[in-house]
């Protein structure tokens, strides 16, 4: 069975400064994995995926992920918080038996001024 | 592209009763997905369905059921509803199964009392 840990259900950080969530899987099959953003009271956005292509992933409002088979990791990061950024970060893999998404618990991320 | 519509945005039910959402997916996305979020939680796969008919489903009970029709609309039914129901129920959609970007709505509040 497939499985998403995220370390830290909240992550604060300064503006400007380094972001990094993490995400852990566990997968039978070479996994496809997602990191999703939700705001307040919205859905979830796409930020990335990988499909088993290039190991380090771009996204978009500048986050970039790292697939590390070895370490069973796919950790999101951003060089520099935006207060905008603040939002509830979820990573989900592809179930190896349906197409269905399993979502990790969530990991939100604060920005100080 | 118009994006996946979810409606109604928010509802209050009485346990006991049945609850109908809805969805209308992006133009051409072929398959669906319906998701429960409770509060703090990652979301939880409900069940997907393909050209019309269900082909996958979580760990949720029949009182759990769905349709999907040509016009790249579905619905989610559930009856006899629980106070463990409230939840933010999410409609996401994907242009063809082998494509994992899937687009999810803002997705529709279900407080049950």
């Known amino acids: 069975a497939q499985s998403v840990t995220q370390l830290g259900s909240h992550v604060s950080v300064s503006e400007g400064a380094l972001v990094l969530l993490r995400c852990n899987y566990s997968s039978s099959v070479p996994p496809y994995l997602f990191w999703y953003v939700q705001y307040p009271n919205q859905g979830l956005q796409l930020l990335l995926k990988?499909?088993?292509?290039?190991?380090l992933v771009k996204g978009i409002n500048g986050f970039e992920a790292e697939f590390k088979k070895s370490e069973t990791s796919f950790h999101l990061t951003k060089p520099s918080a935006h207060m905008s950024d603040a939002a509830e970060y979820f990573c989900?893999?592809?179930?190896?038996?349906?197409?269905?998404?399993?979502f990790g618990s969530g990991t939100r991320l604060l920005v100080r001024p | 592209e118009t994006g996946v519509t979810q409606s109604p945005t928010h509802l209050i039910k009485t346990r006991g009763q049945q609850v109908t959402l809805r969805c209308s997916s992006q133009s051409g996305h072929n398959t669906v997905s319906w998701y429960q979020q409770a509060l703090g939680q990652g979301p939880q796969f409900i069940f997907q369905y393909y050209r019309e008919e269900e082909n996958g489903r979580g760990n949720f009970p029949p009182r759990f059921s769905g349709l999907q029709f040509p016009n790249y609309s579905s619905e989610l039914n559930v009856n006899a509803l629980e106070l463990d129901d409230s939840a933010l129920y999410l409609c996401a959609s994907s242009l063809d199964p082998i494509d994992y970007g899937y687009t999810f709505g803002s997705g529709t509040r279900l407080t049950v009392v």
């Open positions: 990988y499909t088993s292509a290039a190991t």
């Open positions: 989900a893999v592809r179930s190896d038996s349906s197409y269905k998404l399993i």
